[in-house]
């Protein structure tokens, strides 16, 4: 740690990762026309963000009021109350309630983000105060081609979730391009689709047409381009400046040389979390260690290991698992890579698939959260081995509805065969045989499942109770979108394995995101934003947009505070101020 000194350059706030916290942080500081500097590790903005599904979870939030939809912030502290348990002791949560529909509507006045109401989309826990509709908002559609060049500063989406190798498709696309065949609409949406997209692959290395966590990124990339922030790239900090007891600026790596930046209203962490670092894996995530990680390479633990040494707190005990989950299947790459496939929500709810741990038996309803599936495959593995777990289910089953990788509407499963994603066999008995797993002990799960599935009710592990397993489930399969028997061969079993897709042990903070010390003090110009601050989920998933939505908001707060306009945390149920 080093201390005052002559400067290279001078800003109001130094932010560390160009994710949707640090970039919200940029662009917020940028509107109230103080100076930013944004540091970017990497050579593109959007971090894990730029490769997310991009979703807000904001109680109350407005564009859903104003669709219509029925929401308050108050239901919304009903069911964290419900779900995470302990009280809100340090007022988080209610800091997050209460300023995320102000961050909303503030970013919707002053840059390019725009958020569209998610309408139907349930949170992952029936529980008091969860919400079926307008609680999830979605980035709007994306033109890059409003980028120019900028566009190549985006970071990608994952291949796998990539059509054509550049193509990306939103949740509203989805059923257009499965029923291609179905319906004209279908049809000429899907036409326009790829029409677009091979019209872009003249001029650009992937589609313009962003969705997503890719669209979220772009605006708010736009709206830094447009305020003139600067964005440091394949930089790195690698200490902080202190002057009397205050972080006053920091020491920038940047090509080849060493900056000294001082930061006259604060220095934000917004490195992501630890989730590519190996040390703070063992420490902080529980055993066995997950072998995946679907962060951005760059998020190393820097910011965290920046706020230690100046002093700040590690939440080690609030945050359970330490990490958001979710389980993914191994694919090959065509270029002889790995990558992952996240099970988020396209096959797991749908009828006629179980997940079976290597005694053949189930463990999870199928169809809960991946957050809350991987913590029932963790929860398994302590008895049996789970790890992977595997998903078994007819090929018909692959053809209608997709398994990970494997898209519906495949009807050759042989490559996928052949690559070693799947496994198939003509009978459940030699499917066991080829996974190792005891084949009457798989025999008797499919058998008593099959039974379950006729009779339309899971007694054993819910499938198709809730309200999110519904909705992701087949609306035109009954009586239980979610069941239905596995008896027709062939059949496919496809391994999963636990990854998180964003870190949640992290910084303590105080309501307006700056660090504390072990005294609980704070720690004058040093904030944590995003996953680098201590999730205030404690361990749970409440729904969509769980990880962005607090990334965002208190992004909002701490910029608001070290502007001197700290934002008041108004109680649930207060109205929301007018006219930003
Ligand atoms: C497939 C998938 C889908 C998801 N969908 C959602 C969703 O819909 N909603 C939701 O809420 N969450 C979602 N998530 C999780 C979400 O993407 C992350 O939790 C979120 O992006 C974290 O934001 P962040 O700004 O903290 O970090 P990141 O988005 O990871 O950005 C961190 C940035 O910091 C940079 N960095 C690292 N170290 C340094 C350093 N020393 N100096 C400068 N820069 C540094 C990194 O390179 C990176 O660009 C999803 C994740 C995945 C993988």
């Not at 930046?261 to 979390?273: D, E, I, M, N, P």
């Not at 499938?463 to 609306?475: H, I, M, T, Y």
Request: hydrophobic share 40%; charged share 20%; net charge neutral.
């Amino acid at each position: 740690m080093q201390s005052k000194q002559e400067w290279d350059q001078e800003v109001d706030l130094v932010v560390l990762g160009a994710g949707p916290a640090g970039m919200t942080a940029a662009l917020v500081a940028a509107s109230l026309g103080l100076r930013p500097l944004l540091i970017e590790k990497t050579e593109q903005v959007g971090g894990t963000g730029a490769t997310s599904a991009g979703t807000i979870w904001i109680p109350g939030n407005r564009p859903s009021r104003d669709a219509g939809f029925k929401d308050s912030e108050r239901e919304g502290a009903v069911y964290m109350d419900a779900l995470i348990g302990a009280p809100d002791s340090a007022g988080l949560r209610a800091a997050y309630l209460s300023s995320g529909p102000e961050m909303v509507d503030y970013l919707h006045t002053h840059s390019e983000v725009r958020f569209l109401p998610s309408g139907k989309h349930p949170d992952y826990r029936d529980l008091p105060g969860s919400a079926v509709f307008g609680r999830a908002l979605y980035p709007q559609m994306f033109d890059a081609r409003q980028l120019g060049a900028d566009f190549e500063r985006v970071r990608p989406p994952i291949p796998e979730f990539l059509l054509f190798g550049g193509m990306m498709a939103g949740k509203v696309d989805i059923p257009h391009l499965v029923g291609r065949f179905r319906s004209w609409r279908n049809f000429s949406h899907t036409a326009r689709l790829v029409l677009r997209y091979l019209t872009d692959r003249l001029r650009y290395s992937r589609g313009t047409r962003l969705v997503m966590g890719n669209a979220l990124i772009a605006r708010l990339y736009l709206s830094l381009r447009k305020r003139e922030v600067p964005v440091l790239f394949d930089a790195c900090v690698t200490e902080l400046v202190m002057d009397a007891g205050r972080v006053s600026g920091v020491l920038v790596q940047s090509q080849g040389k060493t900056l000294r930046v001082a930061a006259h209203k604060g220095v934000f962490l917004a490195t992501g979390g630890f989730g590519r670092d190996p040390q703070l894996r063992q420490k902080l995530m529980p055993q066995p260690l997950a072998p995946y990680s679907i962060a951005a390479p760059g998020n190393t633990g820097d910011g965290i290991r920046l706020g230690l040494q100046a002093g700040a707190r590690l939440d080690e005990d609030g945050q359970g698992p330490g990490a958001f989950w979710s389980p993914v299947s191994v694919t090959q790459r065509k270029d002889g890579s790995q990558g992952l496939y996240p099970h988020l929500l396209l096959d797991r709810a749908k009828p006629g698939l179980i997940a079976v741990n290597s005694a053949g038996k189930r463990f999870v309803n199928e169809a809960c959260s991946y957050h809350d599936f991987v913590l029932a495959m963790y929860a398994s593995h302590q008895k049996v081995p789970t790890m992977p777990a595997y998903l078994i289910c007819e090929a018909g089953f692959v053809t209608k509805y997709g398994l990970g990788n494997v898209y519906p509407g495949t009807t050759d499963l042989g490559p996928a065969e052949e690559s070693g994603y799947l496994v198939t066999a003509q009978t459940i008995s030699q499917l066991a045989e080829t996974l190792g797993i005891d084949q009457k002990a798989l025999s008797d799960t499919v058998e008593r499942y099959n039974a379950l599935a006729r009779d339309g009710k899971d007694l054993d592990f819910g499938k198709g109770d809730s309200e999110l397993n519904r909705f992701n489930g087949d609306p035109d399969h009954g009586p239980n979108p979610c069941l239905a028997p596995i008896e027709t061969g062939p059949f496919v079993a496809l391994a999963l394995w636990p990854a998180e897709i964003g870190t949640s042990a992290g910084l303590q903070t105080n309501l307006d995101a700056q660090l504390l010390d072990a005294n609980g003090n704070v720690i004058e110009g040093l904030y944590a934003i995003g996953n680098d601050m201590a999730s205030i989920m404690a361990g749970t998933y409440p729904g969509p947009g769980t990880t962005i939505g607090p990334a965002m908001t208190f992004a909002y707060r701490a910029v608001m505070h070290a502007a001197g306009k700290p934002v008041p945390v108004r109680q649930v149920g207060e109205d929301a101020p007018g006219g930003m």
